[in-house]
């Protein structure tokens, strides 16, 4: 079962496959140009330096994280210092140096709204099926009505059991709404000979966007 436990021991014994070093190109190739201030939130954010990329932009960042141990490597990663204010069951860190704020806690505790965008890459994949209904209706309720979302999806066929989650097109459009497009897709086994041991037959990568503009 994955449980918040789960992923507390994923870091704890450094099994994050899921990182990437440096900035995720698909973020940067289908990331608009917002205005400047914009807030986005990043749920599920890990460590992943996408948040820095994004606040490099302008943009005012929020990244929602359960492991304490992903915000101290994301914060030791970039040499970045920062203040703790206590809210309820979540701690919110003021990253000095970037207008980044990271917050550590359960994903359903967090209720703030009103966000202006949001970026999903290996968060709504990371969620079995039985919670990711509930994720994506607490996503959509912490979004503006014309917020802007880019979601990354997988796709899979083959042995393997998740996390990340196969989830089909259909699946995405019941979840997220009529108004999700599909931008572009790649055949990770195509592209990435680590694909290429047998487990799968396709593994997908699907970029998405909701552009109420
Ligand atoms: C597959 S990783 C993706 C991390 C990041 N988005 C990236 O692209 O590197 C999923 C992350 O979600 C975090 N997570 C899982 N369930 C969570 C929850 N309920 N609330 C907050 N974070 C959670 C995990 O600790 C993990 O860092």
């Known amino acids: 079962m994955i449980t918040n436990e789960f992923w507390l021991e994923r870091w704890q014994t450094g099994r994050i496959g899921f990182h990437l070093e440096g900035i995720?190109?698909?973020l940067i190739d289908y990331w608009p140009t917002l205005a400047k201030q914009s807030r986005v939130l990043v749920p599920l954010c890990g460590k992943t330096n996408d948040i820095i990329w994004l606040a490099e932009q302008g943009y005012q960042v929020t990244g929602v994280e359960i492991s304490s141990l992903a915000i101290i490597e994301f914060i030791g990663d970039n040499d970045l210092t920062y203040e703790t204010e206590h809210k309820g069951k979540i701690k919110i860190?003021?990253?000095?140096?970037l207008p980044i704020r990271l917050i550590e806690g359960?994903?359903?505790?967090?209720q703030e709204n009103q966000?202006?965008?949001?970026?999903?890459?290996?968060?709504?994949?990371?969620m079995p099926t039985t919670l990711r209904k509930k994720y994506v209706e607490h996503t959509l309720a912490r979004l503006a009505d014309d917020a802007f979302l880019l979601?990354?999806?997988?796709?899979?066929?083959?042995?393997?059991?998740?996390?990340?989650?196969?989830?089909?097109d259909t699946e995405i459009t019941q979840l997220w709404?009529?108004?999700?497009?599909k931008l572009a897709s790649e055949n990770l086994m195509?592209?990435?000979?680590?694909?290429?041991?047998?487990?799968?037959?396709?593994f997908e990568e699907s970029?998405?966007?909701?552009?109420?503009?």
């Open 24 to 26: 995720n190109p698909k």
């Open 93 to 97: 860190h003021h990253i000095n140096e």
């Open 106 to 110: 359960d994903y359903f505790d967090f």
């Open 115 to 126: 966000f202006d965008a949001c970026y999903d890459r290996a968060a709504m994949v990371a």
């Open 151 to 168: 979601l990354i999806s997988l796709f899979y066929e083959g042995e393997k059991q998740g996390p990340p989650f196969s989830v089909d």
């Open 177 to 181: 709404g009529s108004k999700i497009r």
């Open 190 to 202: 195509e592209t990435q000979t680590e694909y290429r041991d047998g487990l799968y037959t396709l």
């Open 207 to 213: 970029v998405w966007h909701i552009d109420q503009k």
